[in-house]
């Protein structure tokens, strides 16, 4: 009933969210490729890496993914997939793969 | 399933049905969080809130097994009570899916996307006796079902925060005359149906101004007054609401 009145008003448009694939692509990333995190990416610059990826994973920050991003390419990175990842938009959540693979905290298909 | 068709899809059924081997645990509850998120203005009661919040903190071991299951029974009273209703229209009725199933239903929705008995996400059955509960569920494919949910975990608040809700949603002496009294009395506009305008009576409900404007029209019914400007839990489907905007 709520839908159907939904949809006549107007306020739900008709075609589905996209929201949960986009939320699956985010938390699970390319099923059949692992992230390879360089030895000395979390060590450069005195861990600048990973206070940024602590404090987007705590906070919920995801605007500061290309700050990421940069910080990245400048540890020598040039994983196109990750660069990406982190420039252009998109929806992130928390347990976002690349943060996760970034922190430890597991490998997004194990 | 290959890395193409992996890149290419777009139906999230599919995808999930893919990841039933490989997903992890805590990746799959931070999935159901963040469909939850998603929809986070339309949770009206702080409890199904808690309950996120709790589980974020509990898949990276901040949170102890005993404040997730004192989170999914605060969450399941309201799920249990009314359901599709806590979380009306917006999202795909997938995401209520995961919504509720994230909060009280472990082992329905979500494991039959995956294809079997995985580990429940938030709530866990409750053991214990106590009467069934039946919750009606809307799906807008098939009409309505009544499914059977589980047994109450007996604790008295839950219990007693159920009875309170259930009396919020159906008006517990609101008797059929008293209804249809409601219906055709002078004060009442004609109903107006659209979702905006449920969003408007909804909020002016709340905060009791609703119960002004019924006063100033002549209502004088000491049971729609107080229910307006009384304490106690609010949702929406709550019987007068429903009354005003001619739903039941």
């Known amino acids: 009933m709520y839908a159907i009145q939904g949809h006549r008003s107007g306020a739900i448009p008709l075609v589905a969210f996209p929201f949960r694939q986009r939320f699956l692509r985010d938390i699970f990333g390319n099923l059949f490729r692992a992230v390879v995190v360089g030895p000395t990416w979390l060590s450069w610059n005195a861990g600048t890496i990973r206070h940024l990826a602590e404090g987007i994973y705590d906070e919920r920050a995801f605007d500061r993914l290309p700050i990421l991003g940069n910080a990245l390419e400048g540890a020598g990175c040039t994983d196109t997939e990750i660069l990406n990842h982190c420039r252009l938009p998109g929806v992130h959540v928390r347990g976002c793969w690349l943060i996760d693979a970034l922190l430890g905290k597991e490998r997004p298909h194990e | ?248």
């Open chain 2, 1 to 248: 399933m290959n890395e193409a068709e992996w890149l290419a899809c777009g139906n999230p059924e599919t995808m999930l049905k893919a990841l039933r081997e490989r997903a992890s645990v805590r990746k799959l509850r931070l999935f159901a969080c963040a469909c939850v998120r998603r929809i986070w203005h339309l949770l009206v009661s702080p409890n199904s809130r808690r309950a996120v919040e709790v589980m974020e903190r509990f898949v990276d071991g901040q949170a102890t097994e005993e404040q997730r299951i004192v989170a999914a029974n605060g969450a399941g009273v309201l799920v249990r009570n009314c359901n599709a209703r806590v979380l009306p229209t917006c999202g795909s009725r997938g995401q209520r899916f995961t919504a509720s199933s994230l909060l009280w239903e472990p082992s329905s929705a979500t494991t039959r996307w995956l294809g079997g008995g995985g580990p429940p996400l938030l709530g866990s059955w409750p053991t214990g006796s106590g009467r069934r509960h039946r919750t009606r569920t809307q799906s807008p494919g098939k009409g309505r079902q009544v499914r059977a949910c589980a047994p109450s975990s007996g604790n008295c608040a839950v219990r007693l925060a159920a009875g309170r809700l259930r009396q919020t949603l159906f008006g517990r002496r609101l008797s059929k005359d008293r209804g249809e009294r409601l219906w055709s009395s002078r004060w009442h506009k004609p109903p107006t149906k659209s979702v905006p305008f449920l969003m408007v009576l909804w909020r002016t409900h709340v905060s009791g101004v609703l119960a002004d404007a019924l006063e100033e029209a002549g209502c004088t019914d000491a049971d729609v007054l107080s229910h307006c400007r009384g304490p106690g839990a609010h949702v929406r489907g709550c019987w007068l609401l429903d009354r005003l905007t001619g739903r039941e």
